[in-house]
């Protein structure tokens, strides 16, 4: 027997009567072809079809988990393993318990994580639906490798491999089917060693249909993705539309302009204007999220970040709000002015508009910059 090695095999189980003793007779014979000593742990999530029976008669060790949900039933079960390496899989037959050498390999070589990738390994057909294969699936492990700067390539395969330990420091929250998407994001985030293996997805064994519901677990996924990244959810958009705002607003404000037949006025300016301030409001939102984030370990330190937060304080945004508060002022009261050399009477908006849009966006964007200052020195503040 290999005993430097312990493993534990674990399998999340919500009424998978019909192929659970499948799965644990397999993992069963790979630890004994392979002289590994080890457990196999069937995390069972109030089963009602008499899964924990079979469980326990297959030679499996059952933990109940009754908190519901897949990232729960997981989380019990990593939490009530025996040994420090482990791989998890489904009960439904769709993966090989007989051809876990190569996740067992990475973990002795050093991994934190070993990620099975079902497109390196193969896909046998009808193991996955069209959407999950072709849209789903793709889409999700490109916007998390680019959210995340990761080199995974299948992000949502149930089959993989860790230390118990380096896991349970990622201190996973969620409950439901997006627990895969935290526990590799938050293992790329922190730096953990992470390697990827070929993975075979066949098709499962069940009569019944899965648990996985296409479109509002894919909704899941993709919300913590934006929720764990503010750069891609607030910033970068952010960004973006402040500088669309001012590159259409700069030019309007000294007169219309006539593209061929259209001609863009003081409508388009309002607009434009409004784009910028929704801009510069999503920039600040991404800051307040980072150190929220930051402060209550939600999200790893950024150093470009840390940069701009160190050598922008509570007094320097004070100062620039109060001197946008002031221009606002300024241009506002040029607006009166010119009222009033109309004996405050019918003037042209065309004229006007071009002193009171930017005097209100300057007031907007000064008090958001005010208030925000005040908020991040709130959120810095140490409570002792």
């Given at each position: 027997?290999?005993?430097?090695?312990?493993?534990s095999i674990l399998?999340?189980c919500?009424?998978?009567?019909e192929?659970?003793e499948?799965?644990i007779?397999?993992?069963?014979?790979?630890l004994?072809?392979?002289g590994?000593e080890?457990e196999?742990l069937v995390?069972?999530?109030?089963?009602?079809?008499?899964s924990q029976d079979?469980a326990?008669?297959?030679?499996?060790?059952?933990?109940?988990?009754?908190?519901?949900g897949?990232?729960?039933?997981?989380?019990?079960?990593?939490l009530a393993?025996e040994?420090?390496?482990m791989i998890?899989g489904?009960?439904?037959d769709?993966?090989?318990?007989t051809?876990l050498?190569?996740?067992?390999?990475a973990?002795k070589?050093?991994?934190d994580l070993?990620?099975?990738?079902?497109?390196?390994?193969?896909?046998l057909p009808?193991a996955?639906?069209?959407?999950?294969?072709?849209?789903?699936?793709?889409v999700?492990s490109f916007?998390?490798?680019?959210?995340?700067?990761s080199d995974?390539?299948?992000?949502h395969c149930?089959?993989?491999g860790?230390?118990?330990?380096a896991?349970?420091?990622l201190?996973?929250q969620?409950?439901?089917?997006?627990?895969?998407?935290?526990?590799?994001v938050?293992a790329?985030?922190?730096?953990?060693k992470i390697?990827?293996?070929p993975?075979?997805?066949r098709?499962?064994?069940r009569?019944r249909?899965p648990?996985?519901?296409?479109w509002?677990?894919g909704?899941?996924?993709?919300?913590f993705?934006l929720?764990?990244?503010p750069?891609?959810?607030?910033?970068y958009?952010g960004?973006?539309l402040?500088?669309l705002g001012i590159?259409?607003?700069t030019p309007?404000?000294?007169?219309p302009?006539?593209?061929?037949?259209v001609?863009?006025?003081i409508?388009?300016?309002?607009?434009s204007s409004?784009?910028t301030?929704?801009?510069?409001?999503?920039v600040l939102f991404?800051?307040l999220?980072y150190?929220?984030g930051v402060n209550?370990?939600?999200?790893?330190?950024?150093?470009?970040?840390d940069r701009?937060l160190?050598?922008?304080?509570?007094?320097q945004?004070l100062v620039a709000g109060?001197g946008?508060?002031?221009l606002?002022?300024?241009?506002s009261?040029?607006?009166?002015?010119y009222w009033?050399?109309?004996?405050?009477?019918?003037?042209d908006?065309?004229?006007s508009?071009?002193l009171?849009?930017?005097?209100?966006?300057l007031?907007?964007?000064g008090?958001?910059?005010l208030?925000?200052?005040?908020?991040i020195?709130?959120?810095?503040?140490?409570l002792k």
């Amino acid at each position: 027997m290999n005993r430097a090695f312990r493993l534990s095999i674990l399998m999340p189980c919500l009424n998978e009567a019909e192929t659970l003793e499948t799965c644990i007779r397999k993992a069963r014979q790979f630890l004994s072809e392979h002289g590994i000593e080890g457990e196999i742990l069937v995390a069972d999530n109030g089963s009602t079809d008499g899964s924990q029976d079979i469980a326990r008669q297959a030679g499996a060790r059952v933990v109940d988990v009754p908190t519901k949900g897949y990232g729960s039933a997981l989380l019990g079960g990593i939490l009530a393993a025996e040994n420090e390496f482990m791989i998890m899989g489904d009960a439904d037959d769709s993966y090989d318990f007989t051809n876990l050498q190569p996740f067992v390999d990475a973990l002795k070589n050093g991994a934190d994580l070993v990620m099975g990738n079902r497109f390196k390994g193969g896909i046998l057909p009808g193991a996955m639906p069209f959407l999950h294969r072709y849209l789903g699936n793709p889409v999700l492990s490109f916007t998390a490798r680019l959210f995340f700067k990761s080199d995974i390539g299948d992000f949502h395969c149930g089959l993989r491999g860790f230390r118990k330990s380096a896991i349970l420091a990622l201190d996973l929250q969620t409950t439901g089917m997006e627990f895969a998407s935290e526990m590799a994001v938050k293992a790329a985030m922190r730096g953990l060693k992470i390697t990827e293996v070929p993975a075979i997805l066949r098709p499962d064994g069940r009569t019944r249909p899965p648990h996985l519901r296409t479109w509002s677990d894919g909704w899941r996924h993709l919300k913590f993705l934006l929720l764990y990244s503010p750069k891609w959810l607030f910033f970068y958009p952010g960004i973006a539309l402040a500088a669309l705002g001012i590159l259409l607003s700069t030019p309007l404000l000294f007169g219309p302009i006539h593209i061929g037949r259209v001609n863009l006025d003081i409508n388009t300016l309002t607009y434009s204007s409004l784009l910028t301030i929704i801009g510069v409001q999503s920039v600040l939102f991404s800051l307040l999220t980072y150190i929220f984030g930051v402060n209550s370990s939600l999200l790893p330190r950024d150093e470009s970040t840390d940069r701009l937060l160190s050598r922008v304080g509570l007094e320097q945004g004070l100062v620039a709000g109060a001197g946008m508060i002031l221009l606002g002022f300024l241009s506002s009261l040029a607006a009166v002015v010119y009222w009033g050399e109309n004996r405050f009477g019918t003037i042209d908006p065309t004229f006007s508009m071009r002193l009171v849009i930017p005097g209100a966006v300057l007031f907007a964007l000064g008090f958001q910059i005010l208030f925000t200052s005040f908020f991040i020195s709130i959120l810095n503040t140490k409570l002792k």
